[in-house]
């Protein structure tokens, strides 16, 4: 059946058509006009930025201070600002909106600071501090190994300004590129500041060994720091005959003397305590250990007394000659005697344990230490001997005269002798560190006080020398004759002599220190040297 069949003709159907469009039309204009009607809006504002780029869900849209279109909902904003140095202003942020709703946001901007800031920064102020930010924030970062160097090359061009920026470089750097010119400049900063005893002393305790020691404003400096004044503060007489020996247990002085007899003192007041008698010559030898005292004597015997009561406890035997020197280790007295030999003797009952040989002339001092004896022999030879195996270890040899006097610490000897010197020996490997001598001039005792070394001489001196330096540092008028024997004791020292006399000496702040903190000052050290001496070098 055909549209005509029921009536419809071609023009009915135009009509009906146009009717359809007519209505879609209409829809289409309805949802325009509603989208339209919904359609939001926005605008970015900003008193301070008036730059910047917009976006919106990740797209650009344009700039700041525009307005933008956008449907209703949910839209992610950011808004960047980026500047020539590498930082940029930054705003972020999630807003929601209704159907046809128009918003105006003021923008409150954050400023990013990015690595290429930080790094065009540092190269800009050339600061260390600012590559050493730049390195802390990016350790790992594109520019890194080059800040790294730049920042080491700050700080070493910075350190040659003063002291403190070149100890600034080498706590940086240790083991830097240019440490070692950095330590060079650091010494020679010190050095330069070395015009008055102020300076020379920072100087010298920063650099004891440093490349400018020998300068003479730096000795003359060394001189006078070292300088303390050296004072009799007892003289003790009661002696018939020169004194040989002497040592000194607790608060006790004991001297033997070439009238046979040993005498003992208060070392604190110089006070007599006691006279011991009993050897039928010369006592050349004291040594004295707890509650007992050793004596040697040229009658060949060597006798153990208590120290409290005077009482003899033993009479030893046994040496054919002099006894020129005991000493006491342990329960142990070790004898040295110009027969030739060492003897080890038992302290308890002055039984003989042992005779070491291989002197080839009489044996004139001994020392232990730490488990070693150590023997000196009149042709000046020095012998190294194990106690446990009685074994000779070594001879050093050097010295052309009797050795005299003996003192050892750890594994340093020194040895004085007759030959007009002083050796200073690492005894274990024999090597030779350093001689001291003095013309015409006979070492007799050498001792230890701190750091400076004591020797007692022929002509009655006592010499004070800089251990460390070998630096003669005092000449001290002592005594009337041969300085036999100096002990130490605490904060002084004791010395006596073929005078007769033993003198204990107070060691004391003198007008040498006086001046010299006066040096420190305002003084200068291009004048001489102002240190006071008892007696002239």
Not at 88 to 100: L, S
Not at 112 to 141: C, F, I, Q, S
Not at 292 to 303: A, E, M, N, Q
Not at 396 to 419: E, R, V
Request: hydrophobic share 35%; glycine share 8%.
């Amino acid at each position: 059946m055909g549209l005509e069949s029921i009536g419809v003709g071609f023009s009915d159907y135009y009509s009906i058509a146009a009717v359809i469009i007519v209505l879609i039309g209409a829809r289409i204009i309805y949802r325009e006009v509603k989208n339209i009607l919904s359609v939001c809006s926005v605008k970015f504002l900003s008193d301070k930025i008036k730059d910047a780029d917009v976006y919106i869900d990740n797209k650009l849209v344009g700039k700041i201070h525009s307005k933008f279109n956008l449907s209703p909902g949910t839209h992610f904003f950011k808004v960047i600002k980026t500047l020539d140095d590498g930082s940029f202003y930054n705003y972020e942020d999630r807003v929601t909106f209704q159907k046809g709703e128009s918003k105006e946001i003021n923008v409150e901007f954050s400023k990013v600071l990015t690595e290429k800031y930080y790094w065009e920064r540092a190269n800009k102020t050339e600061e260390p501090d600012d590559y050493a930010e730049y390195l802390n924030r990016y350790p790992h970062g594109t520019f890194a190994d080059k800040a790294k160097s730049m920042q080491e090359e700050m700080y070493f061009n910075q350190s040659k300004e003063g002291v403190a920026e070149c100890e600034k470089y080498l706590i940086k750097y240790p083991h830097g590129k240019y440490s070692e010119e950095v330590k060079e400049t650091m010494e020679e900063l010190y050095f330069a500041n070395c015009t008055s005893l102020s300076g020379c002393k920072e100087y010298i305790e920063k650099y004891p060994d440093g490349k400018h020691s020998n300068d003479p404003e730096v000795k003359k400096a060394k001189t006078i720091l070292t300088s303390v004044d050296y004072r009799v503060s007892k003289t003790m007489t009661g002696h018939s005959g020169s004194i040989f020996s002497m040592t000194t247990n607790g608060f006790r002085i004991i001297s033997g003397s070439d009238d046979k007899s040993i005498r003992l003192w208060d070392i604190r007041t110089g006070a007599f305590l006691d006279l011991i008698v009993g050897h039928t010559d010369c006592v050349t030898s004291i040594a004295s250990s707890g509650d007992k005292i050793v004596s040697g004597s040229d009658d060949r015997s060597i006798r153990i007394w208590h120290i409290k009561t005077g009482e003899l406890l033993h009479s030893i035997q046994g040496h054919t000659d002099w006894i020129n020197s005991v000493e006491i280790f342990d329960d142990m007295i070790i004898s040295g005697s110009g027969d030739k030999t060492i003897k080890i003797w038992s302290l308890q009952n002055g039984e003989l344990l042992h005779t070491l040989e291989g002197h080839k002339e009489g044996v004139s001092t001994v020392i232990v230490n730490n488990g070693i004896i150590i023997s000196g022999e009149w042709n000046g030879d020095i012998k190294i001997w194990d106690l446990k195996t009685h074994k000779e270890i070594n001879t050093l040899q050097g010295h052309k005269d009797n050795i005299s006097s003996l003192y050892a610490k750890n594994s340093t000897l020194i040895s004085g002798s007759w030959d007009d010197t002083v050796r200073i020996w690492d005894f274990k490997s024999g090597k030779l560190l350093r001689k001291m001598h003095i013309d015409a001039v006979r070492i007799y005792a050498v001792n230890m006080i701190g750091d400076k070394l004591i020797c007692g001489s022929w002509d009655g001196t006592i010499r004070i020398w800089d251990f460390k330096s070998g630096e003669l540092l005092k000449n001290i008028a002592a005594h009337s004759g041969t300085v036999s024997s100096v002990c130490v004791s605490e904060d002084k020292f004791v010395s006596a002599s073929y005078d007769k006399t033993i003198k204990i000496w107070a060691i004391e702040k003198g007008p040498a220190e006086s001046d010299a903190a006066a040096l420190g000052k305002t003084g200068s050290l291009s004048k001489t040297s102002r240190v006071q001496y008892n007696a002239a070098y």
